[in-house]
């Protein structure tokens, strides 16, 4: 299932604890692919504390906790990671890691914790969702085979990529628009992964963002951007690296914005090029207060590609980043009637 439909789906899991309608969710998937950034982005959005147990780092006692004598009985100690209402708050998320990692003894013991909700005289708070995530038999990870009572305990979901989700995704969180210009560019290598060869770096979207923060450390000294290959692998790091290196054909990206009129380069790895940095520049120019006036020049610029598709291109990753206020601006219809073809039957 593509990420923007999971992300929908766990977040109606977390409002759904209001009513008593929670399920348990587990997220399925190879390394790399996202599933604890989307935990991590339901929690972000709702403002909600998350505890993030890794059961492949524990014993069965540290979930059961430890025993102790009181009275002439035996009592059992609380673990203080578990959630508690009064300290963590009466919303948010436990999140179980890495639990296709756990000894199956471990596993065992998270049983009554995820179905009943209960470990003993523990019980966690009824605004407290559960979550949790692991990578497949298959994956080169350490993993174990998911015991069926186990199992039978959550509601399974697998996790694809999805350029276009991961493009929304990168707007929002400012990754160099260099890395998202080239995935536009070769969308196949989102995610490349073949256990069969268990390779160390792989492009994944979690190494994407790597590479992400080596542009960023390393663009005054392009020498040392050969580490790109430390990020997301040798085929892929020469690749994207080429790419940087050829953006420095790319027109005037600020005479664009303008209005001035600038030729579109021919080359197709510049025109993707051209396009994903234009969006940068529409962010960009949200923020200075003359978003309107910029980014109705570039709807003008995207109506002039010789491929109407990488004006749609253009455009869409402008709605995901700016939204609904893009409809408003004069030129979004003309470019829109351009189209509507390409939309409607292509």
């Known amino acids: 299932m593509r990420p923007q439909e999971l992300l929908n789906i766990l977040e109606q899991e977390f409002l759904s604890t209001r009513h008593g309608h929670h399920t348990p969710v587990m997220l399925w998937g190879p390394p790399g692919v996202g599933k604890s950034q989307m935990v991590a982005q339901v929690a972000e959005k709702h403002s909600a504390p998350t505890i993030d147990i890794r059961l492949s780092q524990m014993e069965p006692s540290d979930l059961r906790g430890i025993p102790f004598r009181q ?55 009824p605004g407290w969702v559960i979550f949790a995530a692991g990578n497949r038999q298959g994956d080169r990870g350490v993993t174990y085979s998911m015991p069926a009572p186990l199992a039978n305990r959550f509601q399974h979901f697998a996790v694809d990529t999805h350029l276009d989700d991961w493009v929304q995704w990168a707007w929002a969180h400012d990754i160099d628009e260099r890395v998202i210009a080239f995935l536009r560019f070769r969308p196949e290598l ?22 992400h923060r080596a542009l960023k450390k390393f663009d005054k000294t392009p020498q040392l951007l050969g580490a790109l290959q430390a990020c997301v692998g040798p085929a892929a790091g020469i690749e994207l690296k080429a790419f ?59 109506r002039r590609f010789p491929q109407r598709e990488m004006g749609v291109m253009l455009v869409s990753d402008m709605h995901r980043a700016l939204g609904q206020e893009l409809f408003a601006i004069p030129q979004f219809d003309a470019w829109a009637k351009d189209v509507a073809d390409v939309m409607l039957f292509e």
């Not at 989102?190 to 590479?211: G, I, K, Q, T």
């Open 71 to 125: 009275d002439g009985r035996v009592e059992w100690a609380i673990p203080a990671m578990l959630p508690d209402a009064q300290r963590h708050g009466p919303q948010g998320i436990l999140f179980l890691d890495e639990i296709t990692s756990a000894a199956p003894t471990v596993s065992a013991a998270a049983y009554q914790l995820i179905l009943d909700r209960r470990l003993g005289e523990y019980q966690v708070p």
């Open 190 to 211: 989102l995610f490349d992964f073949d256990p069969a060869h268990n390779p160390v770096a792989f492009p994944s979207p979690r190494s994407w963002e790597f590479a």
């Open 244 to 302: 940087v290196d050829n953006m420095d054909n790319l027109p005037d990206l600020d005479a664009i914005v303008r209005g001035e009129r600038v030729p579109v380069p021919g080359e197709i790895d510049l025109q993707y090029a051209v396009a994903s940095a234009l969006v940068g520049r529409a962010i960009r120019a949200r923020g200075n207060g003359d978003a309107t006036t910029a980014c109705g020049h570039i709807l003008e610029y995207a």
